[in-house]
C-alpha cells in the first residue's frame, strides 16, 4: 500500500492505537505481523522473498560468529552477499531484456504472448536487500554482534516504514531500540505527525504538481525545443528531491509514533557547494552505504591519488547500477564519479598533512546546482538518444530572447495561476531548506505561541488538500528502483 492511499491512513491509525494497548513484551511481534501485512498487501509473493531473505542472513550472521577461521567467514558472508547481490541483478537486469525482446516480438509481428516475458521488480527489494547485506558485513567485521532473537532480527529487515524505500538502517542503531521499553509519548508522537505533514506537502503538491509537467515534455522531447528543456529539467531536480525526501519524512515521522528513531536520510541537498557535499546531504543512508561497502573496501582515499579516482569512478558506477540496468542511469552516475574526481583536483583535501579548510562562495551553490541538473537530464531522459536531444536543443533559438521565452511559455501550457503556486511553493521549499540548516523547523514552529504555529499548521493541512491531486495516490519515484 502506498503512504499516500486512504488505505495506508487506515491502516496507520489502526496499527498505532492496537501498538499502544499490546503489552510491551508482544509489541514487536505485533509490528512485525503488520509489517508483513504492510508488505503483503502489495502482493502475497512479496512476503516470501522478505520472509527467505530474513532467514538467509540470520542463519549466516550466527553461523558468522561460530566461524573459527577467516576463510570460514569469508564463506558465511559470501553465501549471503552473492545470492542477494545475484537476485538484484536479476531483477535488475531482467524487465529492460524483456522490454526489448517485446519490442522485437511486435516488430516481428510473432505469436507470443509479450507479457509473459516480464518479470516485475519487487517493490523495496533494493532497498532491504542493502540492509540485510549491511547488517552481515558488520558482523563479518566484528563492528556488531549477531541478534539471535529471530523476531527481532525479522523486525529490523521488515520494519513497513523504511521497507519500501528507506531509509537503510544500521543494526547497530535499530535493533536496541525495538528491544527498549516505548511508551506513548505525546512530543514524539507529534514531532512526527507534524513531519509526515510536511512530507505530505513536498510529495502531492510539489513533486506530483511537477510531475504532471516534466513527464509531458521529456516523454515526448522531440515535439520541443529551446527553454522549455531548462526549465523542466529545474522542475525535474526539485520533483525527485520532493519525491524522495517527502517519503522519507512520511517514513521517519511515522517510526516516531512508535518510538523508533531513523536516521536522517536529507539535509538540504540543493544548498551544497560541491558536488561531494551534495552527497553527504542526498538520500544518506544509500550513500553512506556505499561508502562503507563499496568504496572504503576497495581502498577509498588512502591508496594512490588514481587509485581513489578508480575507487570512485566504480562507487557511483555502481550506484548508478543500482538504480537501473538502463544505460542512463550508467552514465548518470559515471558523471557523478567524473565530477567527485574532478573536485579531487579542484579541492584537495590535504596538504603537507594538515587538512585544507577552503572558503565557501556564493557563486559555487548556483554552479553545483545547474551541474547537478545537467546530470539529472540522464536520469530522467527516457534513452540516452532523448538525453542528447535534450541538451543539444536547450539553447535552440536563444539568440532571439522574445522568441526563446515565448516558445517555452507555449510548450509548457500552464496558466498563470499555476505557474504562481509553483514559485510559491519552491520559495516555502527553499525557506524551510535554508533554515533547517541550522536548526529544526518543525521544533522552532513548535516552540512559538498558539496563535503563531496553529495558523502554519492549518495553512499546510488546507494547502495539501486544495492543491493535491485529490483522489490519486501516485507512487513514489524510488519505489522502481
Known amino acids: 500500500m502506498l503512504f499516500n492511499s486512504m488505505t495506508f491512513a487506515v491502516f496507520l491509525v489502526i496499527v498505532f492505537i492496537l501498538y499502544y494497548l499490546v503489552p510491551h513484551r508482544l509489541r514487536w511481534l505485533f509490528l512485525l505481523l503488520a509489517s508483513y501485512a504492510f508488505y503483503m498487501n502489495l502482493h502475497v509473493g512479496y512476503g516470501f522473498l522478505l520472509l527467505g531473505t530474513t532467514l538467509l542472513t540470520y542463519t549466516l550472521a550466527l553461523q558468522l560468529e561460530k566461524a573459527k577461521t577467516a576463510g570460514q567467514k569469508k564463506l558465511c558472508l559470501l553465501s549471503g552477499v552473492i545470492p542477494l547481490v545475484l537476485i538484484l541483478l536479476v531483477f535488475k537486469t531482467a524487465s529492460p531484456l524483456m522490454d526489448k525482446i517485446n519490442a522485437l516480438i511486435d516488430a516481428g509481428r510473432l505469436t507470443m504472448q509479450p507479457l509473459t516475458l516480464r518479470i516485475l521488480l519487487p517493490a523495496g527489494v533494493s532497498f532491504y536487500f542493502f540492509q540485510s547485506m549491511g547488517y552481515l558485513i558488520d558482523v563479518y567485521k566484528g563492528n556488531i554482534r549477531a541478534e539471535r532473537h529471530f523476531g527481532f532480527y525479522a523486525l529490523f529487515v521488515s520494519f513497513f516504514p523504511q521497507l519500501l524505500a528507506g531509509p537503510i538502517g544500521r543494526a547497530d542503531s535499530l535493533l536496541p531500540q525495538y528491544k527498549k521499553k516505548r511508551p506513548f509519548d505525546y512530543d514524539n508522537v507529534t514531532y512526527g505527525l507534524k513531519l509526515m505533514a510536511w512530507g505530505y506537502f513536498k510529495k502531492l503538491v510539489i513533486a506530483d504538481v511537477f510531475a504532471g509537467v516534466v513527464d509531458k515534455i521529456y516523454n515526448q522531447p522531440y515535439s520541443y525545443v529551446g527553454l522549455v528543456f531548462i526549465i523542466v529539467t529545474i522542475m525535474f531536480a526539485i520533483e525527485i528531491y520532493c519525491d524522495f525526501s517527502g517519503y522519507s519524512d512520511i517514513a521517519i515521522g511515522c517510526a516516531k509514533l512508535f518510538g523508533i528513531d531513523l536516521m536522517t536520510n536529507f539535509k538540504s541537498p540543493y544548498y551544497s557547494f560541491s558536488i561531494k557535499e551534495f552527497w553527504s546531504r542526498w538520500h544518506i543512508s544509500l550513500s553512506t552505504w556505499f561508502r562503507d561497502y563499496v568504496y572504503i573496501p576497495l581502498g577509498g582515499n588512502r591508496v594512490k591519488r588514481w587509485r581513489n579516482c578508480l575507487n570512485l569512478m566504480i562507487t557511483f558506477l555502481v550506484s548508478g547500477f543500482w538504480h537501473g540496468s538502463s544505460l542512463t542511469y550508467i552514465l548518470w552516475g559515471g558523471i557523478h564519479g567524473l565530477l567527485q574526481i574532478i573536485e579531487t583536483f579542484i579541492y584537495p583535501k590535504k596538504r603537507n598533512g594538515e587538512i585544507v579548510v577552503r ?123
Open 359 to 481: 572558503k565557501k562562495h556564493w557563486w559555487q551553490l548556483p554552479i553545483t546546482f545547474l551541474l547537478l541538473c545537467f546530470t539529472w537530464i540522464f536520469f530522467r531522459a527516457n534513452t540516452i538518444q532523448d538525453a542528447v536531444w535534450i541538451i543539444s536543443r536547450l539553447f535552440w533559438d536563444a539568440s532571439r530572447p522574445l522568441s526563446y521565452l515565448q516558445t517555452a511559455a507555449v510548450c509548457l501550457g500552464m496558466s498563470f495561476l499555476s505557474i504562481i503556486g509553483m514559485l510559491l511553493s519552491i520559495v516555502v521549499l527553499g525557506i524551510y531548506d535554508g533554515i533547517s540548516l541550522k536548526q529544526d523547523v518543525i521544533r522552532l514552529i513548535s516552540r512559538q505561541r498558539c496563535f503563531v504555529r496553529w495558523p502554519v499548521y492549518v495553512l499546510l493541512l488546507v494547502t495539501i488538500a486544495l492543491f493535491s491531486n485529490k483522489g490519486i495516490a501516485t507512487e513514489f519515484i524510488y519505489f522502481q528502483f
